[in-house]
């Protein structure tokens, strides 16, 4: 069993920055990869981010890149996504999931984490 616990979310300023952890136990050899998602208030959760495991690959949503990174520290089982411009349209709880993330930008989660909430203020 996997489990993915997220931390980092809170309250932040338009124009600020916020770095969400997503730390991974358990055996995670059915997946290739993390990924970020959220879901704002009223609307579907929506992919922003991914990183595969063994080749470093990554995955933008188009409204996020050049703002956002997505890292990981083997050492340590966790994955980074780091968000700089934050607009209070990236309000929203954002989970971690790993899964399978391929080239053509589909991926099927295998597990998800419990979320952190991010709220940006104008």
């Known amino acids: 069993q996997v489990q993915l616990v997220e931390s980092g979310g809170g309250s932040v300023q338009a124009g600020g920055s916020l770095r969400l952890s997503c730390a991974a136990s358990?055996?995670?050899?059915?997946?290739?990869?993390m990924g970020w998602f959220r879901q704002a208030p009223g609307k579907e959760r929506e992919f922003v981010a991914a990183i595969r495991w063994n080749d470093d690959r990554r995955y933008y949503v188009d409204s996020v890149k050049g703002r956002c990174t997505i890292s990981q520290d083997n050492a340590k089982n966790t994955v980074y996504l780091q968000i700089d411009s934050l607009t209070p349209e990236d309000t929203a709880v954002y989970y971690c999931?790993?899964?399978?993330?391929?080239?053509?930008?589909?991926?099927?989660?295998?597990?998800w984490g419990k979320g952190t909430l991010v709220t940006v203020s104008s």
């Open positions: 999931a790993a899964g399978n993330y391929y080239r053509d930008r589909t991926y099927s989660v295998n597990y």
């Open positions: 358990g055996r995670t050899l059915s997946t290739n990869g």
